[in-house]
């Protein structure tokens, strides 16, 4: 088993990286917290989970143990898979998540895509507990280049994460317009998650 990955970033995407370890290519995916934590040129080291599919093996990468800790409490919930895991953690910082769960905060849990209101009991319920022992810890955020079709990619990248068409574009433009355009696609998304769970 895969513990841990430490290389060079080749590909960045909205979900995903690939970590170039002695010339062999690891397809990883990370979580939008990750992702803005990780540098954009140096060595990187990815704490892995590994999870073994019926015809495949993926591997799902965090910037510190304590996210991977979360992560796989998620994957312990009851009907919470590593993607459904993957997107909560995309969809609000460890330390805000601890909060939801311990505030039994159901309706920001289930403003995260693919979480609803029975999925957010489920969490608070199944992890209330394990929380209160969870150590709290902020990721920092790593600026990147700028893209000119941002508010297209950007577009895109919240539909590809469950919302609707019409929601993603106006959470687009909204958020390049308080920001600026001259930021990451990655912190882009970022922004865009913290306006829809508001």
């Known amino acids: 088993m895969i513990a841990c990955l430490r290389g ?6 909205v979900n995903r990286v690939i970590v170039d370890v ?14 803005e934590s990780l540098p954009s040129q140096t ?3 990815l704490h892995i989970h590994t999870a073994f599919r019926e015809n495949s093996l993926e591997l799902y990468g ?8 979360l992560f796989e409490m998620l994957l312990g919930v009851s009907g919470i898979g590593p993607k459904t895991s993957l997107t909560i953690l995309s969809g ?3 330390d805000g998540f601890k909060k939801a769960v311990c505030e039994k905060d159901f309706a920001k849990l289930s403003s995260i895509p ?9 969490i608070v319920v199944e992890l209330k507990e394990k929380m209160t022992a969870f ?14 079709d941002l508010q297209e990619d950007l577009t895109s990248s919240l539909i590809n994460l469950g919302y609707k068409q019409k929601v993603a574009g106006d959470t687009a433009e909204r958020v390049l ?5 001259d930021i990451s696609l990655e912190q882009a998304v970022k922004l865009a998650f913290k306006e829809l769970i508001k």
Do not use: C, Q
């Open 114 to 122: 693919g979480i609803g209101k029975k999925s957010a009991e489920r």
């Open 8 to 13: 060079s970033l080749i590909y960045r995407g």
């Open 43 to 45: 060595e990187t080291l």
């Open 177 to 181: 317009k308080k920001s600026g355009s």
């Open 62 to 69: 965090f910037a510190t143990e304590e996210e991977k800790s």
């Open 22 to 35: 002695n010339g062999v290519g690891y397809n990883v995916f990370v979580s939008l917290n990750t992702l």
């Open 135 to 148: 150590p709290s810890r902020t990721l920092t955020s790593d600026s990147g280049n700028m893209k000119p």
């Open 92 to 94: 609000i910082s460890p």
